[in-house]
């Protein structure tokens, strides 16, 4: 795990090298952190705050699912305030998994566009 001095409100993250494929795959066959992926993937290396996500989970289930992800090495997180600020580690996962990440958020694509149902 690594904790960058530049930046210390970093919160720790396992270094490139480090970085495991089950853990990844694990962090992104849960549909919510799917999403937060989906969504950082979308803004382009920008950097979210943890409340920019519209999800029908709790508080605290969301910080569970930001600590998998971060974990895993999907994501990098630092405070900001009392704010956690997010962005996707686009590049490190490319550089340890090339096309992985890609891959994965093109098959899903569908599954954040198709229409919700009807409410009855």
């Given at each position: 795990m ?16 480090e970085?495991r494929?089950?853990a990844v ?29 519209e999800l029908?989970?709790?508080k605290?289930?969301l ?16 405070r ?5 600020m ?5 590049a490190d ?11 994965v958020l093109?098959a ?10 009807a409410?009855?």
């Amino acid at each position: 795990m690594t904790n960058d001095q530049d930046c210390p409100g970093l919160l720790p993250e396992p270094a490139v090298a480090e970085l495991r494929l089950e853990a990844v795959l694990h962090a992104l066959a849960d549909p919510t952190r799917l999403r937060i992926v989906a969504d950082l993937a979308a803004v382009g290396g920008d950097e979210l705050n943890c409340l920019a996500f519209e999800l029908p989970v709790t508080k605290s289930t969301l910080t569970h699912h930001f600590r998998v992800l971060r974990e895993a090495g999907l994501i990098r997180q630092h405070r900001r305030g009392t704010s956690k600020m997010n962005t996707l580690r686009a590049a490190d996962l490319s550089a340890r998994f090339p096309g992985l990440l890609d891959a994965v958020l093109a098959a899903a694509e569908p599954c954040f566009t198709t229409p919700k149902p009807a409410a009855r």
